[in-house]
């Protein structure tokens, strides 16, 4: 069935509320887990729209569903979470909680899937449609955490097909990016301690550094990557924080290293745990210390489905125009744990342009300042998308 309505028209109504939405959430940030005031902000608009909401699937995730309970059912998912970072931006609506930030887009995704319920929820209202659509407002994207939380809560069952979508400060506002396969590398988390020795900082030849020697363990790592690792398998060791030491005259006797595994070849990353292992042990070895690796995997890749990615492309040019729609060539080393949904439903998830005519600072940066139309460009490209498939889906019935 096609519906009536000019379902743009009431798209561009809702926009300065959309925004002013998005506004609020960007200078209320909520760290992972802890999305309290969002998830209640977002369950109450959900309800003035006529959705049947669940809240608290996953911790501070929300569930909102509409339309039919039998026959085909379609999801939406957005996340909603900040990170601990400060903002450096300047903006009248800046982040007011110290610390805290909106610098991946979650704020622009959230809106988008409010965007999305309100615009549904107008348009069922005049045509009835046999389709059940499903909204799922995840928690903990940034500690890879959430995905599995609603999961064990059920939140995919029965879902048919699911979409989603993240703001990309490489691509022009207006425009979105679109990959069939594979779009995100797996990813992993690496916990290092370097034990050595302590003693005087005068006298270090009697001590075993461990801030030399972690310093080794950084830099000797990523030059095995170089010329132990194939290079056509590309994969990214990142520290994101060191800490060590008690006194400025104390030569150090531990080291913690935290940081992030990134790498494309699901072959490669089976056996990425153990080489970490025997390349540092290796390295603490050769100056006298020892180590204690540990390894978490956080999540797989993200692979999107050929059919579901084709139909988002159609429904993207029809709304964008051709030379909007730009195919990416290459995966991204970024993680997403939209993949482990994908473990047990069909989806894909496109990537929204945000950068308007001054660019825009990269994701997990204190300038990151995406352009709010892309806002707009986002639901189109959702709506679009879920009414093509509603129609396809219907037509089997």
Not at 38 to 47: D, I, K, M, N, Q
Not at 181 to 205: C, D, F, K, S
Not at 258 to 282: F, Q
Request: aromatic share 6%; net charge negative.
């Amino acid at each position: 069935m096609r519906f009536s309505s000019d379902w743009q028209n009431q798209l561009q109504k809702a926009l300065p509320d959309l925004i002013q939405i998005r506004r609020h959430l960007h200078a209320h940030p909520e760290l992972s887990g802890h999305e309290h005031q969002t998830a209640a902000l977002v369950s109450g608009e959900l309800r003035s729209y006529g959705w049947k909401v669940t809240e608290s699937v996953g911790r501070t995730g929300v569930v909102a569903e509409l339309g039919v309970q039998s026959g085909p059912l379609v999801g939406l998912r957005v996340d909603m979470d900040a990170l601990p970072i400060e903002e450096k931006t300047d903006l009248p609506y800046a982040s007011k909680n110290q610390g805290l930030m909106h610098a991946c887009g979650h704020d622009i995704h959230t809106c988008i899937g409010l965007g999305v319920a309100r615009v549904l929820s107008l348009l069922s209202k005049e045509n009835n449609p046999e389709i059940g659509f499903r909204l799922l407002f995840q928690p903990a994207e940034e500690l890879a955490e959430g995905a599995r939380w609603m999961l064990e809560e059920g939140a995919t069952e029965g879902l048919d097909a699911l979409f989603g979508v993240h703001v990309c400060p490489a691509l022009p506002v207006g425009s979105i990016g679109v990959k069939s396969g594979l779009l995100t590398a797996e990813a992993g988390e690496l916990e290092i301690e370097v034990i050595g020795q302590g003693g005087h900082g005068a006298r270090p030849h009697q001590s075993i550094d461990a801030i030399w020697i972690a310093a080794r363990v950084i830099t000797g790592l990523q030059e095995a990557i170089s010329r132990r690792l194939d290079a056509l398998n590309p994969v990214v060791i990142s520290f994101g924080r060191i800490d060590g030491g008690k006194a400025f005259n104390v030569i150090a006797d531990r080291v913690n290293l935290l940081g992030t595994v990134r790498c494309l070849d699901a072959s490669l990353n089976e056996t990425l745990p153990n080489w970490i292992k025997e390349t540092v042990e290796g390295i603490c070895s050769n100056f006298g210390a020892n180590a204690l690796v540990r390894y978490r995997r956080i999540t797989p890749s993200v692979f999107n489905d050929p059919a579901l990615t084709t139909l988002l492309e159609r429904a993207a040019i029809h709304q964008l125009g051709q030379e909007r729609v730009i195919r990416l060539e290459k995966p991204s080393l970024g993680a997403e744990d939209f993949a482990e949904f994908l473990q047990g439903v069909r989806g894909t998830m496109f990537r929204l342009g945000v950068s308007g005519t001054t660019d825009c600072a990269p994701l997990h940066n204190g300038y990151f300042c995406p352009d709010e139309k892309s806002l707009d460009c986002g639901v189109q490209v959702v709506m679009s998308t879920l009414l093509m498939w509603m129609e396809q889906n219907s037509l089997k019935d």
